[in-house]
């Protein structure tokens, strides 16, 4: 490791480089360990803002106007937050720079109308005649539905079937709970009570949306749509609408108690510490409001602890008050870690230390719902929030690793830093899946036939395998020293080839998009000594030098999960850039004019606080594929499954500290590198001179 001021020395090799090269990239390093020390919390964690949708907005006002909860002085704020994002044409979008979004639109117009906003203003005309243009409510999926039915605006017999009894089935059964991505299973539990309850809190006529029914409320067709063709899922849907029949009109049935007793005691059992549930917000909304319908009132301590914990979710902004799906301090903290002493801060360094010990006291040593798949495998990973310990995330757990391995905790205290690294990697070990890859929280959930149920027509309700948390377990395992021959890594590299697209990348699942798979695949494949001159390898670094953007940067949109033009195209942004030269230097290419311009790029677009300006969203929740893997072919309009480029079943994020920590990683890896080979080359000379 080297220190901030061991800087390489230019050689004839990269005399092409300017020569305050060395030192602007030492200048933009020092800046940002100065933004860090900032920004770090005094306990020694960083956290940076988790930007998604509106829909986080308006459906905190639906919720608080459901529950009797609100707050007119923060509705207020809330409404010229909304209206601060809307486009002109009168939507809301999934994620910056998308065509407006119909489902998120429908529900940031109510949230208007139940703060107040009068229908005749210009934002709320404009935002009804996108609405219509595009169908109205009918055409919302199927959670905008749910939410408009708890007011009356939609019939609850066109939202999908849920009974509850489901919580009854055993683990091993086909439609278990269990069957579905710990996310979905965790809104899956309370919707299964409101979609058999089918509450209805009545609002003054004013507040009413009749207006986005095209045909009225009289001649609107509230059935559920069926599946086009012939398949799996338009028999599941025929089987849901009998049963479904048949099941309401029943007037005994001896298990729906019991399935509902149960179903709260799993709510109760699953509320974490921060009051949340799983750590984000769809199953903490719908668990409130679960809850409220079997009679908790608002003084409940569940309640209470629920509605304290949103507020720890909220950003105020002056007149503007927003809430986030979900926070990042782990994910964010091991991943500045990193950056810092790659980049030079020694481990003792009073920042690190902070940071390390922090990370040390966040690892979970209690069971979660992944040990209804490894019900002998010992606790040892990390969540992605403060509080999630029924989900600790094994991408949190290996990149928490890969941050430990590089400091080190003072006053004879370092062995519980090396028991949490080997906690950690028996942990990860034990939930690789069968394929050979790795998913975020549970193992083996990949039982595509679950994507059948009406339910799943938004976001993704499965977590199988992907090739960058795969990566980034198996960078893990390399860098701590791991046999490459272990049966694990091995399965782990066979899958990683596989995944390999035909043109050199890899899909991203957790980052827009094949630029975030390949920053996270090649340092991995190096990482356990792969030899990267092979020609797959140099296929990946061709994808990235001919995707490069003018400028000297890279780009991606979000749109590339459903236009395979737009893979690798796309404004350049701080963070994707770093991910390329990160890819490249691992690919050996540090000392290449695509790497030496992509940093130029960094030190170019750099701010004089250290920071880079990022509206572009680089993060990804759900791709919106509902198997929440790669396809083989997206869907094209008219078949199940099809969004435009607005994404409307997917979950875009723009992470705030992504800006600053990957490009300091970059820039710390680059100089490294180049360092070394610098000495490598004064060595050769000194060698030939002594000879």
Known sequence: MITQQQTYSPTSDDQRRPASFPAAIDSAIGRLHDYFRREQDDSGYWWGELES????????????RFLGHHNPDRERHIVNYLLSKQHDDGSWPIYYGAPGDLSTSVECYFALKLCGEDPAADHMVRAREFILARGGIPRARMFTRIWLALFGQWEWEGTPRLPTEMVLLPDWAPFSIYRFASWARGCIVPLSIVLTRHPVRAIPPEHAIDELLPNGREGTDYSLPTPPGFNLARLVHLVEQTVGTIYNRTSFNPFHKIAEQKAIRWILEHQEADGSWGGIQPPWVYSLIALSVCGFDNEHPAMVKGFEGLDGFSIQKGDKWTIQGCISPVWDTCLTVQA??????????????????????????????????????QPGGWAFEFHNNCYPDIDDTAEVALALRLGRLPDGADYLREQAIERAAEWVEGMQNSDGGWASFDKNNNHGYVTAITFSDFGEVLDPSSADVTAHVLEMYGKLGYKTHLPSIQAAY??????????????????????????????????????????????????????????????????????STQHGVGHSTASQTA???????AAGEADSSAAHNGVEYLLRTQQADGQWEEPYYTGTGFPGYMKGARVERIPKPGERGFQ??????????????????????????????????????????NGHAAA
């Open 53 to 64: 949708n509106n829909t986080m907005e308006a459906e905190y006002v639906m919720l608080c």
């Open 340 to 377: 810092l002493a790659e980049s030079g801060l020694p481990p003792d360094d009073p920042m690190l230390a902070a940071a390390i010990h922090w990370l040390v006291d966040k690892q979970i040593l209690v069971g979660g719902d992944w040990q209804v798949q490894a019900p002998q495998l």
């Open 494 to 563: 066979r899958y990683l080839r596989a995944e390999q697209e035909d043109d050199g990348s890899w899909f991203g699942r957790w980052g827009v998009n094949y630029i975030y798979g390949l920053g996270a695949v090649l340092p991995a494949l190096e990482s356990i000594g792969e030899d990267m001159r092979q020609p797959y390898v140099r296929r990946a670094v061709q994808w990235l030098v001919a995707h490069q953007n003018a400028d000297g940067g890279w780009g991606e949109s979000c749109a590339s999960y459903v236009d």
């Open 579 to 585: 991910w390329a030269i990160i890819a490249l230097i």
């Open 644 to 685: 435009g480029t607005e994404l409307s079943a997917g979950f875009m994020i723009n992470y705030h500290l992504y800006r600053n920590t990957w490009p300091l990683l970059a820039l710390g890896r680059y100089r490294n590198r180049l360092y070394s080979q610098s000495q490598e080359l004064a060595s050769r000379r």
